[in-house]
Nanobody, 123 residues
Framework: QVQLGESGGGLVQTGGSLRLSCAAA????????MGWFRQAPGKEREFVAG????????AYSDSAKGRFTISRDNAKNTVYLQMHSLKPADTAVYSC????????????????WGQGTQVTVSS
């Protein structure tokens, strides 16, 4: 099992940047592919970015490509989401997830979830 805790959310103006962190408790962090998802009010949770166990491979949603970067530090049991050029449409609760050994784009591929951190982008 792995327990996840996100941090780094907050209020930022349009065009600003934030870096989200997700710390994992457990000795098997490097065994999991990791993902970031987000859920805006009234919308379904959606995939944002994923990263392989080694960190070599990544995947992004179309809305995240070119603006967001996912990375991980297996020595620190932490995965990051660096977000630039933020827009009001990025406002959501961002959650990290640990799951399958390959990058998953779907929620069912992730077994463990954090509580989420709120990101609000003002116009």
């Amino acid at each position: 099992q792995v327990q996840l805790g996100e941090s780094g959310g907050g209020l930022v103006q349009t065009g600003g940047s934030l870096r989200l962190s997700c710390a994992a408790a457990g000795r098997t962090f490097s065994s999991y592919a990791m993902g970031w998802f987000r859920q805006a009010p009234g919308k379904e949770r959606e995939f944002v970015a994923g990263i392989s166990r080694s960190g070599i491979s990544t995947a992004y949603s179309d809305s995240a490509k070119g603006r967001f970067t996912i990375s991980r530090d297996n020595a620190k049991n932490t995965v990051y989401l660096q977000m630039h050029s933020l827009k009001p449409a990025d406002t959501a609760v961002y959650s990290c997830a640990a799951g399958s050994t390959i990058i998953g784009l779907a929620q069912f591929q992730y077994a463990y979830w954090g509580q989420g951190t709120q990101v609000t982008v003002s116009s």
